[in-house]
Structures are given as structure tokens and as C-alpha cells.
């Protein structure tokens, strides 16, 4: 997607949507807000691909239907019927692509560009999670479903798009998790954005999108070695930075005793790191034309996110102590 004026409009007034649901106070505005931002993001979903109408047709059914959803819950709110905090829970469930509700994110992804699915895994899913800190329903089956069906569908996916799919579902799971302590989702998907952003880069400027491609790209070996890198930081693997997100995920379950939330994390973060490592495996280890003297030219972002990768967990330990 090139970042012309239109496209720099219609992304301006989506960071619009997304500021007008965090800075309001009745659910009017809230509502207002997400409707800016999903006509603002639906132009963004235009491009060259055939299939893009498809997925633009797709998200732009399924919001409208979560829209109407909430309207509804808002209704009833209003007229003091029971329930209605069920109605804006599920639609902010489905806006927000979690399991059992995720089912048209596998269809829309695979007719996006880099920038559209970047801003739908990271910026849409702020004013969702927001709105849930206002709900008090409790969505334990919610949460258990997530982090099961992200861990364990994303196992038999040849498409690079759906596997990163799943495991943005299973991150969701995560910070849903978390959605009582506002620090620690906003920490969260902080950092789980700049890692997701970084990956999105990697994958796209090599051009790989299914995992036949990892084995005949004959990349710089520097390049591969960065994209295994953000994958195991992605997944969690010490000491990168993705393991002081889940880390603190962690410590939050065990100060709160949700134990069989900390047993879900702990074994399906292992399915997650199992299909990262499989497709990092074929890139690197399989026969390759190239020769590996060639690891020691690396280029500028390869270096940049080696490093971040490396340090910004050690860094982040050291501020915990002086704090």
C-alpha cells in the first residue's frame, strides 16, 4: 500500500476513531468512535490483489454486525433490561477475532498488504480491549478457548498469514488475561505491536508468505537469522523481549491464582513455539545454495532488530530493579 495522501487521510482519521474511544465517557461517543475507524480503515484494505474486495466485503460485514450488536446492548442498557453487558461483551468479542468468533479473520487476511494487516492486529484492537475494561462479565470459557484453538490450529497451517493469524489469537487470550490491570495489557500490546511490526516487515520484504517459500528463498543469511530471531521473540523464548510480555502475563496469574490460566499459557505456549521453530527450521536448516560466509554483511535493519531484540529485555529488568 503506498502511503499516498488519500491513504495518509484515511489512516489519519482511523488514529481519530481510535483516540475519540479511549478520551470518551458515555458509550454514544465509544460507538462513534469505532464506526470512524472502521470507515476509515476500509479504504485502507484496497489494493492491486483480486482477493482484497473479498476481505474488504468480509470485515466490513462482520464490524457492521458487531455494530448492530452493541447498538443493541446499548438499548437495552437504557431500558434497565438484564443481560445487556452479554450483548456488548459478545460484540466486542467478535470485533475483536477471538475464539470461538474467529473465523473470518483466516478469510480477510489472506487478501491483505503489509499495512493493512498491521494496523488490523495492532491499532483496531485497542478501542476493543478498552471497551471490555468497562464490562464486568466473566469470560473465563472465552479465554481458555483462545489460547487452546490459537495454539493448536495454527500447528497444521501452511500459509505464513494464517499462522500469524493464530498466534495474534493466541495473544489475545493473553491479554484478555490481563484485562483487569490496565498497565499490563497496554505493556502488553505495546510491545507485542513492535514485535508483530517487525515480523510483518521481514516476511513481506522477502516476499514469503506460505512455508514452501521459506526453503527455496535464497535470502542473506542475516536476514534469515533476524526473521528467526523475531520469531522466537514472538513466541516468548528468553531472553528476548516477547518473554518479559508473557513473563508478566505470568507473574499476573500466579498474584491472582488463576492457575489453570497459568497451566493453559505454560503448555500451549510450547504449540506456538513449536510452529515458529518449524518454519525457521526449513529456512535455515534444509539445503541452500547460498554461502554462509556472508552472515557477517549484515544490513542496517537486520542489525536494528537483532539488537532490539537482544538488549531491550535486559533493559527493561534493570528499570524493574531501580524501580
Avoid at 484496497?46 to 466490513?60: G, P
Avoid at 483466516?106 to 485497542?126: N, Q, R, Y
Avoid at 508483530?196 to 521481514?202: A, N, Q
Avoid at 534444509?286 to 529485555?313: C, D
Amino acid at each position: 500500500m503506498k502511503m499516498n495522501s488519500s491513504n495518509l487521510f484515511f489512516l489519519g482519521f482511523m488514529i481519530i476513531g481510535v483516540m475519540l474511544c479511549l478520551c470518551s465517557n458515555n458509550w454514544l461517543f465509544i460507538w462513534c468512535g469505532l464506526e470512524l475507524s472502521l470507515i476509515s480503515f476500509l479504504p485502507l484494505l484496497h489494493s492491486k490483489l483480486i482477493i482484497s474486495s473479498e476481505s474488504s466485503m468480509k470485515y466490513f460485514l462482520v464490524q457492521s454486525v458487531s455494530s448492530s450488536i452493541l447498538i443493541l446492548g446499548l438499548m437495552m442498557m437504557l431500558t434497565n433490561k438484564y443481560y445487556f453487558d452479554s450483548f456488548i461483551m459478545l460484540s466486542i468479542l467478535i470485533k475483536m477475532g477471538v475464539a470461538p468468533f474467529h473465523t473470518w479473520l483466516l478469510s480477510v487476511v489472506e487478501g491483505l498488504k503489509m499495512m493493512p494487516m498491521i494496523l488490523m492486529f495492532t491499532l483496531s484492537k485497542i478501542s476493543p480491549i478498552m471497551m471490555m475494561t468497562f464490562i464486568q462479565v466473566s469470560i473465563s470459557l472465552i479465554i481458555s478457548l483462545t489460547l487452546i484453538l490459537g495454539a493448536i490450529s495454527g500447528i497444521n497451517q501452511v500459509s505464513i498469514r494464517k499462522m500469524i493469524t493464530y498466534s495474534s489469537i493466541f495473544n489475545m487470550g493473553l491479554i484478555l488475561i490481563s484485562i483487569s490491570n490496565n498497565f499490563i495489557w497496554c505493556y502488553y500490546l505495546f510491545f507485542y505491536s513492535i514485535l508483530f511490526v517487525i515480523v510483518m516487515i521481514l516476511f513481506y520484504s522477502t516476499n514469503t508468505f506460505y512455508i514452501n517459500q521459506m526453503i527455496i528463498n535464497e535470502n542473506l543469511l542475516s536476514t534469515k537469522m533476524t526473521l528467526w530471531m523475531s520469531l522466537l521473540s514472538l513466541g516468548g523464548m528468553p531472553p528476548f523481549l516477547g518473554f518479559s510480555i508473557k513473563l508478566i502475563v505470568i507473574e499476573f496469574s500466579i498474584i491472582h491464582s488463576l492457575f489453570l490460566n497459568l497451566i493453559l499459557i505454560i503448555v500451549f505456549s510450547l504449540l506456538v513455539m513449536f510452529f515458529y521453530l518449524r518454519l525457521t527450521y526449513l529456512s535455515l536448516m534444509f539445503f541452500s545454495v547460498s554461502t554462509k560466509w556472508i552472515l557477517v554483511k549484515m544490513n542496517k535493519f537486520s542489525l536494528i532488530f537483532l539488537m532490539f531484540n537482544m538488549l531491550a529485555l535486559p533493559i527493561l529488568l534493570t528499570m524493574k530493579m531501580f524501580y
